[in-house]
């Protein structure tokens, strides 16, 4: 008679999101261990209020994606931040929510 071993994957649970905004501070960082994309992105949700504008959550995020870093690295060759809007349908994952406070010492929460 065999016994049959069974290993379990870990569990792991992970937030992914779909989000349509606008990319801000679009750069790249560069560390002791490398380099890598970063950028701020303002997702926008709900319905229009009467100004016209959505309500927004401010994500900070890094490129992961070889293939988002390369059309990135090409954006960022004619990107000019002052002229420039870059609006994006992202896929966003392992996300966690962090509340930080604005230099007149407003808190809001970003997503890292």
Not at 104 to 111: E, H, I, R
């Given at each position: ?25 679009l750069r ?10 970063s ?74």
């Amino acid at each position: 008679m065999t016994q049959a071993t069974q290993t379990q994957a870990p569990e792991y649970r992970n937030i992914i999101t779909t989000a349509f905004g606008f990319i801000n501070r679009l750069r790249s960082v560069e560390t002791d261990d490398g380099e890598y994309l970063s950028l701020a992105f303002n997702a926008q949700y709900g319905k229009k209020d009467k100004n016209g504008k959505f309500k927004t959550s401010r994500f900070s995020l890094n490129v992961k994606s070889s293939e988002v870093e390369d059309i990135l690295r090409d954006v960022m060759q004619d990107y000019s931040p002052e002229d420039d809007k870059l609006c994006a349908s992202l896929h966003i994952g392992d996300i966690r929510p962090h509340l930080v406070t604005n230099p007149d010492g407003t808190p809001y929460l970003v997503y890292v």
